[in-house]
């Protein structure tokens, strides 16, 4: 049974940071690109970042030279490192896991605000 769990979000003010943690269970995690999406209220969802199995990764212009996406094949696990948050990263961040079956963790809420 595959399993995605995130954990790190909560509530944060403007300027501040977050770490984002994902930990998979039930794949061949090294196998797998890595993603972070969001999805704020009343818009749809997008990408945040991704980091292929190889270690290359992909940013989002929005998050670009903010936000930083790593992984740790040991334990498992993804980050997003998100530095300078502002108002509009509010949103519940997911996680995914693709190879030729893509899957979904139930996701995180970031709120963003003083």
């Known amino acids: 049974q595959v399993q995605l769990v995130e954990s790190g979000g909560g509530l944060v003010q403007p300027g501040g940071s977050l770490r984002l943690s994902c930990a998979a269970s039930?794949?061949?995690?090294?196998?797998?690109?890595m993603g972070w999406y969001r999805r704020a209220p009343g818009k749809e969802r997008e990408l945040v970042a991704i980091i292929y199995s190889g270690g290359s990764t992909t940013y989002a212009d929005s998050v670009k030279g903010r936000f930083t996406i790593s992984r740790d094949n040991a334990k498992n696990t993804v980050y997003l490192q998100m530095n300078s948050l502002n108002a509009e990263d509010t949103a519940v961040y997911s996680c995914n896991a693709r190879r030729v079956i893509s899957y979904w963790g139930k996701g995180t809420l970031v709120t963003v605000s003083l």
């Open positions: 039930g794949i061949i995690f090294s196998a797998y690109s």
